[in-house]
């Protein structure tokens, strides 16, 4: 290679140099030069391995000659970029697997399924991309190019288009599909022009008329849709097929552009005469508003092949042509006065199109799997449009609150308008769903406060399957959904919320018949709160410094915290979200907690364990209900077999739900070291215990407070008269702050009976 100028760089002058003592390139022909664009070029010879019976001719029967001449396009980003490949011009476009290209330029081979720039970057470099070349051309030149056991069929190459038409490829397939007999259907289309050259096409799939009369009566053919924002008009789409028992086998380039040549390739579809008398149909019916005025009507062939297309899991493909009419001087369409091409087919936003972009495998009981969102402010209004975007819905929303400007800064919508006049959240989260081809099921009162509707309608969730998520960070909400019997949630309750300005995010699912329930996760959080510190901070540290004044009053304040932090949360409860639609609710419910990292860039998902929680009533006339977790339960057994056969024990701590009267343990503080263990009874000490309670309370700003005391009966047993007088003595001190007494014993808990307060 000693002819290579000096000024050649380096890199492709390595790369010529390797492809020359490649074993499939027989010369290279030319010296390297640069084209106008200061690309290097080269071109070399490559020995093609020809079929038996064309070896003599040195040509096989497709035009795949014994020797190919290769061109070598080197662009000045070279080796970032790969290089372009060239045919002759005068190489058998209809192979498939061409890059489209007009006729007469150099041919283009599509040697890789992938990009070449990334072909470029694996360990053969140039030598990959020669590699996929050579097993190109050789299978050219045996006819093997189309793969039908291990790729799939290649749609149909188009080397020229004239816009795009946009519709639901599924539903059109299904009814081919259904179709064993030759099939033509007229369908309703809709296309616009804009002044600056843009054009659009759409076909209704759901509008089918089985004859030309039905659609005239339906719409206005060749008038302006007066509801479309675009000057858009109406007209025509035609089905055609030959149906299912006829099988295309033939591949065949696009070769398109008038109607001799549509109604030809009609034929080979084995369907020329269902639109020949489509066309007839429409040349004697239709009469336009105008004179010279274009009527555009849609074909699209139905077209069954030998296997399913490349990447896709159907073998029926739709191939869509424009054919553009022009009216005479009595207003009428005539065959002889039209032009025909061919259109790129662009499928419809659906719910299978939006699941599969974002890397989920669709099936149709996905559309039944309704989600309640109650909630549609900054968190709940982005986690709406996330599942929208993946696929799920319909949806259902609950809100109360109306728009305000603050939510500009962090809410989903971004509309000035809406800020200002203050319309209802749950309007314009639907209408922001309803942008992305989700459903949203009409509710009749769905601005009304989610507490009172439930209160009235204790069954409003029944029907909900897919999943009931509770976006609104409040308390009396959490306490509404609570007391709902779980035969009255059709779904799986999912509790989310953000504290401490965003650096800690909560996602809490129920478990199976409601245990544990979200009340007792938000339980367990408060109890992470006090044994993690990077949790508490967040969680207990609040100050007035975290809120904005947002009007004038009391209840004009919002947290402060970005959109962007809300976003990093809500993309991870949402990405779990739609791994639980699709995959199944865990039994025992989950709790995760996010902590954003220190450099806000990202959020850290906490997996915590999750356990059941045992129900026992206390107290005498007003009964009050505990909750405690099995984990502490098996803590409380531990313990007693460590002990045996002494009596043992400790203090309970956890909260109080003073409005539906609720007590919730979350931890267990070990006895004090002046504790006394006895066969027969245990005296709880008190050295340091009311500094270590002071403490608890004041680290976790009396969210987590004392409870009373546990003991154990190793033996088993009821309640003794000490312990009765322990629990009286305990409501005496307390005053009207309710007090636990609880014995574990083998057979299970027991709560110590009798008042647990003085009122």
Not at 215 to 230: C, D, L, T, V, W
Not at 722 to 739: I, K, M
């Amino acid at each position: 290679m000693g002819f290579l100028p000096q000024e050649l760089p380096i890199a492709v002058k390595t790369a010529i140099d390797q492809i020359s003592v490649h074993p499939s390139v027989s010369k290279v022909a030319t010296k390297p030069s640069k084209d106008k664009h200061d690309s290097w070029i080269i071109e070399i010879d490559m020995d093609v391995p020809l079929p038996r019976d064309a070896r003599d001719k040195g040509i096989t029967a497709t035009g795949v000659k014994a020797t190919e001449w290769v061109k070598i396009v080197f662009p000045t980003s070279f080796p970032a970029q790969a290089p372009r490949l060239f045919l002759r011009a005068d190489f058998n476009r209809a192979h498939p697997h061409i890059n489209p290209g007009r006729l007469g330029e150099l041919v283009s081979p599509c040697i890789y399924e992938g990009r070449l720039d990334d072909l470029l970057h694996e360990p053969d470099w140039i030598n990959g991309i020669i590699n996929q070349l050579a097993d190109w051309l050789g299978k050219a030149a045996t006819g093997e190019l189309l793969d039908c056991s291990s790729q799939g069929w290649e749609p149909i190459r188009r080397d020229s288009v004239n816009g795009t038409i946009v519709t639901d490829i599924s539903i059109i397939r299904e009814r081919m599909a259904n179709a064993m007999n030759p099939l033509s259907q007229y369908l309703r289309y809709e296309y616009w022009q804009s002044i600056i050259g843009h054009s659009g096409r759409i076909i209704d799939e759901s509008a089918l008329y089985a004859n030309l009369g039905e659609a005239i009566r339906k719409f206005r053919i060749g008038n302006n849709n007066e509801r479309s924002p675009f000057r858009s008009f109406f007209s025509l789409a035609m089905l055609i097929s030959g149906g299912t028992k006829k099988t295309i086998d033939i591949y065949q380039p696009d070769d398109v552009d008038n109607l001799e040549q549509l109604l030809l390739r009609a034929e080979s579809y084995g369907c020329r005469s269902g639109l020949e008398n489509r066309l007839k149909e429409i040349t004697e019916n239709i009469t336009l508003p105008l004179i010279e005025q274009t009527l555009e009507v849609a074909v699209l062939f139905a077209v069954k092949r030998p296997c399913n297309l490349i990447g896709e899991g159907s073998d029926i493909e739709i191939i869509p042509y424009r054919i553009a009419f022009t009216s005479d001087e009595n207003r009428r369409l005539q065959l002889c006065r039209t032009t025909v091409s061919p259109l790129v087919l662009i499928q419809k936003v659906s719910q299978k199109l939006l699941a599969e972009t974002s890397d989920r495998n669709f099936n149709e009981a996905d559309r039944r799997k309704e989600i309640a969102m109650i909630g549609c402010g900054s968190l709940g209004s982005k986690i709406a449009m996330h599942l929208a975007r993946s696929g799920h819905g319909p949806f259902r929303l609950y809100d109360k609150d109306c728009f305000s400007p603050h939510n500009t800064a962090r809410h989903a919508v971004a509309n000035f308008a809406a800020a200002e006049f203050m319309l209802p959240k749950v309007w314009l989260t639907e209408d922001l769903l309803k942008q992305v081809g989700a459903n949203v099921t009409q509710l009749k009162n769905p601005h009304e406060d989610i507490i009172s509707l439930l209160q009235t309608k204790p069954d409003l969730l029944a029907k909900c399957n897919g999943l009931i998520i509770d976006a609104t960070a409040s308390i009396s909400v959490q306490d509404a959904l609570c007391i709902v019997s779980p035969k009255h949630l059709g779904a799986p309750l999912l509790q989310v919320a953000l504290y401490g300005r965003g650096k800690i995010g909560f996602f809490g699912l129920e478990g199976k018949d409601r245990n544990p329930r979200v009340d007792d996760l938000v339980a367990q959080l408060y109890q992470l709160g006090l044994d993690s510190s990077p949790i508490g901070a967040s969680l207990y540290l609040a100050t007035n410094f975290d809120r904005i004044n947002t009007g004038q009053g009391c209840a004009s304040f919002s947290m402060k915290m970005s959109d962007a932090k809300i976003s990093l949360f809500s993309a991870g409860i949402s990405e779990r979200a739609s791994q639980l639609l699709d995959n199944g609710i865990p039994k025992g419910g989950e709790l995760l907690v996010g902590l954003l990292t220190e450099d806000g860039l990202g959020v850290n998902w906490l997996r915590q364990a999750t356990t059941k929680i045992e129900i026992l009533y206390i107290g005498d006339k007003s009964k009050w209900e505990l909750r405690i977790p099995v984990a502490l339960k098996d803590q409380m057994r531990m313990e007693t077999e460590q002990h045996r056969p002494l009596e043992t024990g400790g203090v309970l701590i956890g909260h109080i739900n003073w409005g539906r009267r609720t007590i919730y343990v979350t931890g267990l503080l070990p006895p004090p070291t002046d504790s006394e263990f006895r066969t027969d009874e245990f005296v709880l000490g008190i050295q340091g215990l009311k500094k270590q309670i002071s403490v608890i309370e004041k680290t976790t700003r009396h969210t987590l407070t004392y409870l009373g005391t546990w003991h154990s009966h190793p033996n088993g047993g009821g309640a003794s008269g000490t312990d009765r007088n322990t629990l009286a003595e305990l409501t005496r001190e307390r005053n009207n702050v309710p007090s636990v007494c609880l014995i574990y014993r083998p057979e299970g808990l027991l709560a110590v009976p009798g008042p647990i307060t003085n009122s």
